[in-house]
């Protein structure tokens, strides 16, 4: 197969919502962290997204942690492709990128709008959650220029169509560049709807100049989105922080066993999972030195 014809698939290891009492194989600790990695990249996962915990599994922004988290990771998994979040409600934008400046990850996640972001209940009649997730687009130069100043390259997190079309003006602007690496995010209320339909008309705004994409699909319809987009010719991200279920609606007990449904779907569709060395060109990424 051609390198069009390979799948990166990218596991977000446990979020910064979800705890045990929902789902009590998240990781905590980096040392379950690194485990978690290595079950991923053994079943076809060359990159890991990163929200960092302390032991106890409360969400923080501290580098150290970071730091643990990562090296645990790499020590069992030298090869993989490390993404860490920038993603937060009500912290300072320079907490939110401080490990991207002192431990320059391969990859930053950059969140490209502000929106509301909610959950929804029919059965309560009301929201589980809701809050308005502010990016500024001043927050996003400050976020794209100290990614630019450590060499880490952005992902920019699209929630919907205007996410997509907000990265234009920052590449005429010389803050971002291209070839770019794009996160299509469907099925979060106050986003894009999680649909094939919805999928395939933003990958058709992703410029045809090298750039890349991937779709992150919210809840139970991640299966059929992954599909579309191995369908679509896009990549693929799974992981206990967007949804704790397989295919069939068994919890899975590892982020390796959703990692194994994407690669599985992938080659249903003609597609072949791509290797770290893969990823790394596919995605524009340098080498590990």
């Known amino acids: ?144 220029t100290a990614m630019n100043e450590a060499g880490v390259k952005p992902e920019l997190e699209c929630f919907d169509t205007g996410h997509i079309n907000s990265a234009f003006p920052l590449v005429d602007m010389g803050v971002l560049n291209a070839p770019i690496h794009f996160s299509l995010i469907l099925g979060v209320l106050g986003g894009a709807p999680p649909t094939a339909r919805q999928l395939a008309y933003e990958a058709s705004l992703v410029p045809n100049d090298g750039s890349d994409w991937e779709v992150i699909g919210v809840s139970r319809e991640q299966w059929m989105l992954v599909a579309a987009a191995c369908t679509l010719g896009g990549n693929v991200r799974v992981g206990f922080e967007d949804n704790f279920y397989l295919p069939d609606g068994d919890m899975a007990t590892s982020n390796g066993e959703l990692a194994a449904a994407a690669a599985q779907i992938a080659r249903f569709t003609g597609r072949e999972v791509a290797g770290a060395d893969e990823a790394r060109a596919l995605m524009h990424l340098p080498a590990r030195s």
Request: some cysteine.
């Open 1 to 144: 197969m051609g390198m069009d014809d390979k799948v990166v698939i990218t596991v977000a290891l446990s979020g910064a919502v979800a705890n045990r009492t929902q789902c009590p194989h998240i990781p905590y600790t980096p040392e379950e962290y690194g485990a978690e990695a290595k079950r991923s990249f053994e079943a076809g996962c060359t990159m890991v997204h990163i929200h960092a915990r302390e032991p106890d599994g409360t969400p923080t922004q501290r580098v150290g942690a970071y730091k643990d988290i990562r090296d645990a990771i790499l020590s069992e998994v030298p090869e993989m492709i490390i993404n860490f979040s920038t993603g937060a409600v009500g912290i300072p934008v320079e907490e939110r990128i401080g490990h991207i400046r002192d431990l320059k990850p391969d990859v930053g996640a950059l969140n490209m709008g502000s929106m509301n972001y909610a959950k929804y209940s029919p059965k309560r009649k009301d929201f589980v959650f809701k809050f308005v997730f502010s990016n500024h687009f001043d927050d996003i130069i400050a976020f794209l």
